[in-house]
């Protein structure tokens, strides 16, 4: 979408990378930014973008959610090979870095932020540029680096402890962490809350101190991607409207686990899930 198009008030805005992820059968839309997007518009969120993305990238998905596009020659392309030691990532290209001057004026008061880098595109500073939302985080694309030929590997966060302090909820993977559950238990001390998720093993929420964990139901699991950038939307959603991590943990677990049942954005959560789900944290 262009500026020169009136842009409307959102409710929840997401800021990072539209991905094209390179499989198998062809070329697929992924990364968190298209995940929570989608997510948050299932939960009858109004919804803008803030991406770079290149021009042939299929967006058809995401059409009827605002999105504004820092021009760039191609998109962030991600290429995934699953190996007996886990999973093998390589970073083909990355599009151009996001900002608060990208950030039109008529979404600086979204209620929900949700900043969701995947390639170290996201500056981190915009963490403390929502003083009036709810700045939700998922810090994986801090915690990649790459070499010369793209191979992906874990790094350190840079900036965490400025980005920890401004947060109103973070969510994580135990994989961004690489199980270090130390690490862990230290940011939760440096935020207001933190919630990890752990796969089909469900999640754990760190809140003023305490710990809770949150099983999952069990499914049959036909494809995992997008799951926890589902289960984050669905959190920042929750929390943003009952001001209960408790709730909005238990509730975001439930609606993930769903998500697994079916392939890449097919999981995005049905209207049946949504209300199933609220229903069980409700009752």
């Known amino acids: 979408m262009s500026e020169l198009v009136p842009l409307q008030p959102v409710e929840y805005l997401v800021l990072g990378h539209v991905a094209e992820d ?3 059968s062809g070329v697929q839309l992924g ?6 997007a989608l997510t948050a518009r299932a939960l009858g969120m109004s919804v803008g973008i803030v991406t770079s993305v290149g021009k042939d990238a299929p967006l058809k998905v995401l059409e009827g959610i605002q999105i504004i596009n820092i021009p760039t020659e191609r998109s962030t392309i991600f290429e995934n ?13 990355q599009a151009a870095l996001i900002n608060f001057e990208h950030v039109p004026q008529a979404w600086r008061n979204a209620p ?4 969701a880098p995947i390639a170290q595109e996201v500056d981190s500073k915009l963490a403390e540029q929502f003083p009036a939302s709810l700045v939700g985080v998922t810090p994986q694309g801090w915690m990649r680096g790459w070499d010369e030929n793209g191979k992906v590997f874990a790094t350190a966060w840079e900036n965490s402890e400025q980005v920890l302090r401004r947060a109103g909820g973070v969510v994580m993977s135990i994989e961004d962490i690489n199980r270090d559950l130390e690490l862990v238990e230290s940011m939760a001390h440096q ?5 990890l998720t752990e796969g089909e093993l469900g999640s754990v929420l760190h809140w003023n101190g305490d710990r809770r964990r949150f099983r999952a139901p069990v499914m049959t ?3 995992s991607t997008g799951a926890g950038d589902i289960f984050a939307a669905a959190f920042f ?5 009952t001001r209960d991590p408790w709730e909005a943990a238990r509730f975001a677990t439930n609606l993930a686990a769903h998500s697994v049942t079916r392939v890449g954005l097919n999981g995005i959560p049905t209207r049946e899930e949504i209300e199933s789900c609220l229903m069980e944290v409700l009752s």
């Open 22 to 24: 390179l499989t198998p």
């Open 31 to 36: 990364g968190t930014v298209s995940y929570a």
């Open 81 to 93: 090979v699953k190996t007996e030691n886990g999973r093998k990532q390589t970073l083909h290209h």
């Open 112 to 115: 929900v932020v949700h900043l």
């Open 191 to 195: 935020t207001r809350v933190l919630c």
């Open 221 to 223: 699991e036909v494809d």
């Open 237 to 241: 959603v929750r929390l943003n409207q």
